[in-house]
C-alpha cells in the first residue's frame, strides 16, 4: 500500500470502479487525503480449523483459542503471543471490544477467548475491558477498539461486517442507511472513534451470505474461520469477495449482492480508512484450505 498522501477528486473518484451512482451519493462529502491510510498494513489474515465448530453449530473454546493465537501472531508478524498482543494494545489501554449484536451475532465464545487473551497476554485489567458496542458513549472511554463484527450481508448496506459495525456510534443510524449507506466511512472520524481501531478481527465462523433482515438459514454455512488485520478497508475488502463468491457458488451462476456495497469502496476513496483494492491486499491463509472462496 501506498504511503504517500494523494488527493482524490470527484472526477477521480466518478471514473473508478464505484461509477457515477457512488459519486453523486456522496456530494456535499469532504474529500479527504488518505491520511488514515498511512502506516496501516494491507495484510489479510484468515486462518481456519474445520472443527472449530460441530455440527450442532457448537463452537470448540479451545480450537478457538488457538485459531485467535495463530490470528496474532500473523497480523503482527511476532513470534510470541505476548509480544504480539502487546505490539497491538498496551498494559494502561482501556480497550473496548465491538462484536455483532444483531441478524449474525458474534459468537460469545470469540468475545470470551479474546477478552482472556488480553488480560492473560497483555496484561489488561479485566476492568479495562468494556463491551463497547452501543451508543458513542461507549468507544468514547476507551483509548482502544477492537472490532469484532461477524461476517454477513445485510439488507440496507449490501455487507454488514466491518464498517458498518460502529453505525450506533453516529447516534443517528438511520441517516447512515441514507444514500445507499456510502458515508459509513464517516463514523470511523468522529472523535469518540477516530485512530481508536488496533484490530479488525471479523468472526467467519457462520457466515450469511445473504442479505436478512431475518437469518435465513439457507444462506449460511461453516466457513470455520476468522479474518483479521489493522486496515478495515482490506478486511472489509477480503470479506466481500468470501461472500461474493459464495452466493455464486449456491447458485450456479452470478448473484449480485444487492443492495451494492458501494460502502466498501467510498471508506477507501472518500474517507481514507484503507484499501479497497484487492490488488493492494495481501491474503495470508492458514489451516483448512476446502471450499476458501479467495
Known amino acids: 500500500m501506498e504511503n504517500n498522501q494523494k488527493r482524490v477528486t470527484r472526477r477521480d473518484f466518478i471514473r473508478g470502479t464505484v461509477g457515477a ?3 453523486f451519493t456522496v456530494l456535499g ?11 496501516r498494513s494491507s495484510l489479510v489474515t484468515v486462518v481456519r480449523d474445520k472443527n472449530v465448530m460441530d455440527s450442532g453449530f457448537k463452537v470448540n473454546p479451545k480450537i478457538l483459542q488457538t485459531m485467535l493465537d495463530q490470528t496474532i501472531l500473523h497480523v503482527t508478524g511476532k513470534m510470541n503471543i505476548q509480544e504480539a498482543w502487546v505490539d497491538l494494545v498496551k498494559p ?9 449484536p444483531f441478524l449474525n451475532p458474534t459468537h460469545p465464545e470469540l468475545v470470551d477467548v479474546v477478552k482472556a487473551s488480553l488480560i492473560k497476554e497483555a496484561g489488561i485489567s479485566e476492568k479495562n475491558i468494556i ?14 477498539l477492537i472490532c469484532m463484527p461477524a461476517l454477513k450481508g445485510h439488507w440496507l448496506t449490501g455487507i454488514g461486517t466491518v464498517i458498518k459495525n460502529y453505525i450506533m456510534y453516529s447516534g443517528r443510524p438511520t441517516r447512515y442507511h441514507q444514500k445507499k449507506s456510502a458515508k459509513l466511512g464517516e463514523i470511523w472520524h468522529i472523535p469518540e472513534v477516530k485512530g ?15 442479505k436478512g433482515p431475518q437469518s435465513d438459514p439457507r444462506y449460511k454455512w461453516a466457513y470455520n474461520g476468522l ?6 478497508v482490506a478486511v472489509e475488502t477480503v470479506c466481500l469477495k468470501i461472500l461474493t463468491e459464495k452466493r455464486h457458488a449456491l447458485r450456479g451462476e452470478p448473484w449480485p449482492i444487492t443492495p451494492p456495497p458501494i460502502c466498501v469502496e467510498a471508506a477507501d476513496k472518500v474517507y481514507g480508512l484503507g484499501t479497497s483494492n484487492m490488488k493492494e491486499i495481501k491474503i495470508a491463509h492458514f489451516g483448512w484450505e476446502e471450499d476458501l472462496l479467495l
Open 21 to 23: 451512482t457512488l459519486a
Open 29 to 39: 462529502v469532504p474529500w479527504s487525503r488518505a491520511s488514515e491510510k498511512k502506516g
Open 92 to 100: 494502561d489501554d482501556i480497550v473496548g471490544l465491538v462484536p455483532t
Open 131 to 144: 463491551m463497547a458496542q452501543g451508543g458513542k458513549r461507549r468507544p468514547g472511554k476507551c483509548t482502544a
Open 196 to 210: 481508536k481501531t488496533r484490530l479488525v478481527l471479523v468472526d467467519a465462523i457462520h457466515p450469511l451470505c445473504d
Open 227 to 232: 479474518i483479521a488485520g489493522t486496515d478495515p
